[in-house]
């Protein structure tokens, strides 16, 4: 997932043309099957209280996992990048089996880039091989998972692409709201829960790990901990350089989708920057299609651009750019209060690996609680079932 254009444009041009991008695995593309539930231009009332379940219906049997016992399609509550209560839509997973005791400890899964039109919505679509293995994985192991859409993929507005504290809200809130399901009384939920992200899900799950105790206060839950891979960290001090004096390098498509997706998501956050203002009509055409394209064809689309020519003046030429940008694609360092497994790949062409060290650093640095597990053979989509053996007994101790 992620945008290292400009780092890599910057730092590392010839390992950028050289390296292979090994995104966020297969995303499927196609015609969204909404489980009977289409809301992407719901117009109804939305509930004033983040977290509750507006709708519910059994996951098309097509989009299941072979793990699950049962899944669902669910609408709920929450709130989006410009501060208002909205609609955001995700898929609920359940094992197989009789729930335990107190009811099956819940994972809350943040997914990588798919891009940001509704018709890329995860829950819309079956998930990728990688995805199966993962969280069917999860299943096995007796927890049930929930996956939000994140607000703006199958729902009306602009899904903000990286930017991890609306996107935390999704990640709570569809928590919540998985405990108000309509279930048999053997599939019952317990309070106990954690999160994991991959890439910008990795950004997504730690935004939301920091901010899992406040923005779920009670609400009767029990936040444990969080699992992430591919973590974009600190990427917003490279992008805050990006304008017509870039080097001139052909990047590979990955990492010009990523780009497109980050400059469209913050324009639509942040809409008195006018970013348009500093773009060539080349750039422009790309945020528009960056709004409107899933990732797998974004990146054939876009593969070889030189992203230098779609600007006219630096970012930073913009008053209030370089804090606006650390706002939007800030992946916190401090203020944790429950423990964090970081896991990355060293072969991660797409986040390298000083994404993740460098916020390691910090978070020790700031005495957080936090666990790092490098994989030297491992890109950033492989590194998510090689974490597996060493995130799964980690889980386990703070669920239990």
């Known amino acids: 997932m992620l945008a290292l254009a400009s780092a890599l444009a910057i730092a590392l041009p010839t390992a950028a ?21 289409d809301v992407t231009d719901y117009a ?36 989006n990048q410009h501060g208002k209560m909205a609609t955001s839509t995700g898929a609920v997973f359940l094992p197989k089996g009789k729930a335990p005791a107190g009811g099956w400890p819940v994972i809350s899964w943040a997914h990588g880039t798919v891009g940001m039109a509704d018709e890329c919505t995860p829950s ?47 990640i709570v809130d569809i928590t919540v709201a998985a405990r108000q399901l309509q279930l048999p009384a053997e599939a019952e939920l317990s309070k106990r829960w954690a999160i994991i992200g991959q890439s910008q899900g990795a950004a997504a799950a730690l935004n939301g790990a920091r901010y899992a105790t406040e923005f779920s206060r009670g609400r009767g839950l029990d936040y444990r901990g969080v699992v ?21 390098v052909a990047l590979p498509g990955s990492l010009n989708a990523y780009t497109a997706y980050i400059l469209a998501g913050l324009n639509n956050t942040r809409p008195d920057l006018r970013l348009e203002r500093v773009m060539t009509p080349l750039g422009k055409k790309r945020m528009s299609q960056g709004l409107a394209t899933c990732y797998p064809v974004l990146k054939q689309q876009l593969a070889g651009d030189d992203v230098k020519t779609w600007f006219t003046a630096p970012l930073l030429s913009i008053p209030g750019l370089s804090e606006a940008m650390r706002q939007y694609m800030l992946t916190p360092y401090r203020g944790y209060d429950r423990p964090i497994f970081l896991g990355q790949g060293l072969r991660d062409v797409d986040v390298p690996a000083p994404s993740a060290l460098s916020l390691y650093a910090q978070m020790k640095a700031n005495n957080q609680p936090v666990t790092l597990h490098v994989y030297p053979e491992d890109d950033h989509s492989s590194a998510v079932l090689a974490s597996m053996p060493d995130s799964t007994p980690w889980l386990a101790r703070i669920l239990r």
């Open 17 to 37: 043309v050289a390296a292979p991008a090994h995104a966020d695995d297969v995303v499927s593309i196609g015609i969204p099957d909404w489980s009977g539930l």
């Open 44 to 79: 109804g009332p939305i509930p004033a209280k983040a977290g509750t379940l507006m709708a519910q219906v059994p996951l098309s049997s097509s989009l299941t996992l072979p793990a699950a016992g049962s899944a669902y399609r669910v609408q709920f509550s929450s709130e």
């Open 124 to 170: 819309a679509h079956p998930r990728s091989d990688r995805d199966v293995t993962y969280l069917g994985h999860w299943l096995d192991q007796g927890y049930a998972v929930v996956a939000a859409d994140y607000v703006g993929l199958g729902t009306p507005g602009v899904m903000a692409y990286l930017n991890g504290k609306t996107a935390a809200h999704s």
């Open 228 to 248: 992430a891979t591919g973590i974009p960290a600190n990427l917003e001090n490279l992008y805050q350089l990006m304008g017509p004096a870039m080097p001139p």
